[in-house]
């Protein structure tokens, strides 16, 4: 029997996405340079479950899994992806959760910084 997602998560080696440090801060793991396959098919059978929630990145629309304190998102449609394959190392992003609409809806000049709270939260419907 495989680990639960939890425990596999937390043994991950996330690494700070460089490039985002000042206008979205997240985190992120390869599944197949990191050794990660396992939390790419934990992940992808959340999301076939049916647990993935849509949500807007600005004018991309992504599904996003809520777990603990962070949400998680792969960058390749997870119904294209056969995890245990090992064929193509895929991206699997986190970021902690602000546990207010922001975590569905990115308005622009949200930084995504815990410290720099828009004035105005974010009202669009998700659709």
């Known amino acids: 029997m495989g680990?639960?997602?939890?425990?596999?998560?937390?043994?991950?080696?996330?690494?700070?996405?460089?490039?985002y440090r000042d206008t979205w801060p997240h985190e992120y793991v390869l599944s197949e340079k990191d050794d990660q396959r396992d939390l790419l098919a934990a992940v992808c059978a959340r999301f076939h479950a049916g647990e993935g929630v849509t949500g807007r990145f600005f004018r991309m629309t992504n599904t996003y899994l809520f777990?603990?304190?962070?949400?998680?998102?792969?960058?390749?449609d997870y119904r294209k992806i056969n995890p245990?394959?090992?064929?193509?190392?895929?991206?699997?992003?986190?970021?902690?959760?602000?546990r207010d609409q922001r975590d569905f809806?990115?308005?622009?000049?949200?930084?995504?910084?815990?410290?720099?709270?828009?004035?105005?939260?974010?009202?669009?419907?998700?659709?």
């Open 84 to 98: 245990l394959a090992g064929e193509d190392n895929y991206v699997i992003n986190r970021a902690r959760l602000y």
């Open 3 to 19: 680990r639960q997602l939890t425990e596999l998560i937390e043994a991950a080696p996330w690494r700070e996405a460089v490039t």
């Open 67 to 76: 777990v603990g304190d962070y949400k998680y998102w792969l960058m390749t």
């Open 105 to 127: 809806v990115i308005q622009p000049g949200d930084t995504g910084r815990h410290d720099n709270y828009p004035l105005s939260p974010a009202v669009q419907p998700i659709g």
